[in-house]
């Protein structure tokens, strides 16, 4: 039986989100309900979204975009860099702009099969729960690339909404945190980004041309696929050994606002992801891109 998501993603930064696009409409074992997108400019990232999905034959899953904005403080204005890939076709179309609304009609619409795959700030799930907290009992689980169960900062995900990310874990949704502690370990090889490179297959062209906009943005040359290792654990959960925990986030500290606090705790609604079956992860990442019948 197919696994249902949603992709949840602030797609146009780092590359590693076009990646995870990729795996989840590669995957045969996956049946994608849907793709939101949250951050600066929201629409465009829809744009890149939809651009991704297409490449891979998959332009009937529909693409929403959400909010550009968190739920406190000011919104940042700014084009994600890889909206460089985009062409004029593209970026004459907008997506709707209902991601919330989407949301909950996903969840409403497959009652206890929709896993929620977290790839950004969590903005617009936070509101959909506001908007109706009666959908946490319809929710199968929520997989997020979010926090640190270790690493003495504020994780991206969770430092650009706050309080968002605090209404997700407060609440009781069943959730797998896939926290950057672990993820920075899922460093592509050489080999994988020069196959990358060489390969004729449109989705790895495009996978491409991002990786090297994200290389002269950053300076760094080999991606870290945060957010396919956490797709690939949302759809194959045995690649990880996890921890029940409760999940606090800092709100007020002026040096460590956006912090995730981990305390292990068996009756928490949570799963914090300890320890990956790397080889098994880098297996399927490979089929995924490589392979053009998989």
Not at 69 to 83: D, F, I, K, M, S
Not at 244 to 256: F, S
């Amino acid at each position: 039986m197919a696994t249902k998501l949603l992709i949840d993603t602030d797609i146009g930064d780092n590359v590693d989100d076009a990646f995870a696009l990729v795996l989840a409409a590669r995957l045969p074992e996956v049946e994608l309900v849907g793709v939101t997108t949250v951050g600066s400019a929201a629409w465009v990232r829809a744009q890149l979204a939809r651009m991704v999905l297409g490449i891979c034959g998959r332009v009937g899953v529909p693409v929403s975009a959400g909010c550009s904005c968190p739920l406190v403080g000011t919104e940042q204005h700014y084009l994600p860099e890889q909206a460089a890939v985009l062409d004029e076709m593209d970026k004459l179309f907008i997506p709707p702009s209902d991601s919330v609304d989407f949301l909950r009609n996903a969840i409403r619409q497959n009652p206890g099969d929709l896993v929620i795959v977290a790839l950004g700030a969590m903005t617009n799930l936070a509101l959909a729960l506001r908007v109706e907290p009666a959908l946490i009992r319809s929710v199968k689980s929520v997989v997020m690339m979010a926090g640190s169960a270790t690493l003495n900062y504020a994780e991206t995900n969770v430092r650009r909404d706050p309080e968002a990310a605090h209404i997700v874990f407060s609440s009781v949704i069943p959730f797998v945190m896939v926290g950057k502690d672990v993820t920075q370990h899922a460093v592509m090889s050489e080999t994988m980004l020069e196959r990358l490179s060489a390969s004729q297959l449109a989705w790895c062209q495009l996978l491409w041309e991002m990786t090297q906009i994200w290389q002269r943005s950053t300076g760094a040359k080999f991606p870290v696929l945060n957010d396919p290792l956490t797709v690939a654990i949302a759809v194959h959960p045995e690649l990880a050994q996890t921890q029940r925990a409760r999940v606090q986030v800092e709100l007020r500290g002026e040096h460590t606002r956006g912090y995730t606090v981990v305390t292990p705790d068996p009756t928490g609604s949570g799963q914090i992801v300890r320890v990956v079956d790397w080889q098994a992860f880098w297996g399927m990442m490979e089929k995924a891109l490589f392979h053009e019948g998989a």
